[in-house]
């Protein structure tokens, strides 16, 4: 069904590339055609049949590539929520109508070209508009590419291969070191530690054991395990996170934009005055073809011509300039919204914080602080592990001499150990000690390095919140905005960097589902909600929130799921973009007055007030 619903996307958007295509080879001949290009510009280009022709690649262009607007229009009448389309299909069906009748005997002026040119520019809007929505379901796609194609399943003691399309509820499959979770189950057989990062939003691997439950998607990391598979297929943890992300897309409100209601407006003004126009001119003159020649061209100078410029220039303008300061803008009309705003969500991991582990802190017990940092980093030289290559980094940095390892071993979930020097050390946390408080109290992540059964010292690790964080909550508090944090780690971790950033509230090991509804119970109070995130597990939260806010460095689903997306990671940019689009949206009220203002002086001269005067 999902790719069902792709499919139809891109088949409306390649629909409306070969109807532009289609629409701007064949507009250049009509205008060249046109008698308005020929006197306007002083040239002839008339020939045996030219009129013919004209009528002929108009009514291609209207009939074929104006179909689409004609199709939605009829739509928004039955809805009862005439708007854009609703005027276009006025504006290009007078016009042609009416020179088709010229074509044919009527005494009057052809608008054929007003007809073409407006179909184009319009063509073009949707193509580029259909693009960002296949670029959406491509990125949401890609969240199933987070599960193997393949698994372990284990029978009678012997390891088959087989396709996880085939696995069922009740299975019993082998997962290795370094390999992917094929399917949500429970570990009934050995320990490990899993990255989750990518879906539950954790920044640290978990620590898994018999009995814990294990995620479709997630890195095992050290340690063999057998799980029995609970759920498969739609009803998978990743399947539930695509539902949610279309969920909230489909049930997200869409405000009228400005456009689309100065549009209903505008039909109504052109119609109300095209019907005046001719009754009146009609009544005075007795004359039916300058009547409706004065009656067509009101309702075609009240097409959106100049409302179609008022609004896209500025945020073409605004948009070149959002992304000097590395912002980009994907929805206009979230990002309308923006100016708003009253509650900013902010993700922890990878959002206020680094999403990268560091070193914060190291403690000699028994020997010097570098001496401990030093046989540590010996120990986890040939690690991937997250912690390992933290502390590897620090010792590097500090240009320490590591030493030599031997009787190196892997204590999955636990640590590792080796000797150095006739010496026998460990690096383990806190599962080493079985529950037993150690005497060193600490927040985070912490490796504590064993000299036989004594512990000589500790090294404290966590993710560090970026240096413009904190800067860039102040300032907006400043403006009146509280400051929400929500983050999948523990309630220690998410304490410590809300007092660091003074942030108004946090959420504490909170998942996907928890997120949307935190948002939506804001929302129902009649707050603007703005969400700022970048893992997997806040695509749907992007999309349920008013205006969705991804960092660049984040997966591709957060970056196609938000409707603004900070490309260079600085947080001080949300200020920006709510500062943008305040003066945006002054500016687009400015133009849309000129606008109106446009049509309440030129409306009267195309009816012909001044007809009199010659």
């Known amino acids: 069904m999902n790719h069902e619903h792709s499919h139809h996307h891109k088949m409306m958007m390649n629909d409306f590339r070969k109807k532009f295509i289609i629409s701007l080879i064949l507009t250049v001949p009509i205008i060249l055609l046109s008698p308005f290009f020929q006197e306007l510009l002083n040239y002839s280009f008339t020939f045996t049949g030219d009129t013919i022709l004209l009528f002929a690649l108009s009514s291609i262009v209207f009939l074929y590539c104006g179909k689409p607007f004609i199709t939605n229009s009829l739509h928004e009448l039955k809805n009862k929520n005439p708007g854009m389309m609703t005027l276009v299909a006025v504006a290009i069906t007078a016009s042609y109508a009416y020179s088709t009748a010229v074509v044919f005997g009527l005494s009057g002026k052809y608008f054929f070209w007003e ?46 291969e087989t396709l996880v399309s085939e ?34 939003g954790e920044s640290k691997p978990v620590n898994k054991r018999i009995n814990d439950k294990v995620i479709a998607g997630s890195a095992n990391n050290d340690g063999s395990i057998q799980i029995k598979i609970i759920n498969t297929g739609e009803k998978s943890y990743v399947s539930q996170v695509i539902r949610l992300v279309k969920e909230a897309q489909m049930s997200k409100s869409k405000t009228q934009n400005l456009a689309d209601k100065a549009a ?20 005075a003159d007795n004359n039916l073809s300058f009547a ?34 590395g912002l980009l803008i994907r929805n206009r ?16 991991t990878g959002t206020l914080t680094r999403g990268e582990f560091a070193v914060t802190k190291i403690k000699g017990i028994k020997k010097a602080e570098d001496e401990v940092l030093r046989i540590s980093a010996s120990l986890e030289l040939n690690s991937e592990h997250f912690i390992a290559r933290s502390i590897v980094s620090r010792a590097e940095k500090k240009g320490l001499k590591l030493e030599e390892v031997s009787n190196f071993k892997n204590l999955p979930g636990i640590g590792v150990q080796g000797k150095i020097k006739n010496k026998n050390y460990k690096l383990v946390g806190r599962n080493y000690f079985k529950g037993k408080e150690s005497k060193a109290e600490t927040t985070g992540t912490t490796a504590y390095l064993m000299e036989g059964k004594e512990m000589i010292g500790l090294i404290e690790l966590s993710d560090e919140a970026r240096k413009e964080s904190k800067k860039a909550v102040q300032m907006l508090k400043n403006e009146g905005i509280k400051c929400v944090m929500l983050t999948g780690d523990n309630k220690e971790t998410a304490e410590k960097v809300s007092n660091e950033l003074k942030i108004d509230e946090y959420y504490a090991e909170v998942l996907p589902a928890q997120k949307n509804r935190i948002i939506k119970n804001y929302q129902s109070k009649g707050l603007i909600v703005m969400m700022v995130g970048d893992g997997v597990n806040d695509a749907p939260a992007l999309a349920q929130s008013n205006i969705g806010v991804a960092i660049g460095a984040g997966t591709d689903v957060a970056v196609e799921t938000g409707d603004v997306i900070l490309t260079n990671n600085d947080l001080s940019n949300i200020s920006t973009i709510i500062q943008l689009s305040k003066k945006t949206y002054s500016k687009m009220v400015q133009n849309l007055i000129w606008a109106t203002g446009y049509n309440v002086i030129t409306i009267p001269l195309a009816a012909g007030v001044l007809a009199g005067y010659g």
Do not use: Y
């Open 292 to 325: 409706l020649e004065r009656m067509i061209t009101v309702i075609v100078i009240t097409c959106p011509h100049a409302l179609g410029l008022a609004i896209p220039l500025v945020v073409a303008v605004s948009t070149s300039i959002s992304a000097g300061r």
């Open 115 to 160: 007809s073409s040119t407006l179909i184009l520019i319009m063509l073009l809007g949707h193509w580029i508009e259909m693009r960002s929505v296949i670029n959406a379901s491509r990125a949401l796609e890609k969240l199933a590419e987070l599960i193997p194609k393949k698994a372990h399943l284990m029978n009678n003691n012997k390891i088959i």
């Open 333 to 348: 009309t979230a990002f309308e919204q923006a100016r708003n705003t009253q509650v900013i969500i902010f993700d922890k």
């Open 264 to 283: 209903l407006w505008l039909t109504i003004i052109a119609l109300t005055a095209g019907t005046i126009t001719f009754t009146a001119w009609l009544l």
């Open 167 to 200: 696995l069922k509820a009740g299975n019993i499959i082998l997962v290795r070191p370094g390999e992917k979770i094929p399917a949500d189950g429970v570990i009934i057989k050995g320990t490990t530690s899993i990255n989750e990062s990518m879906l539950t």
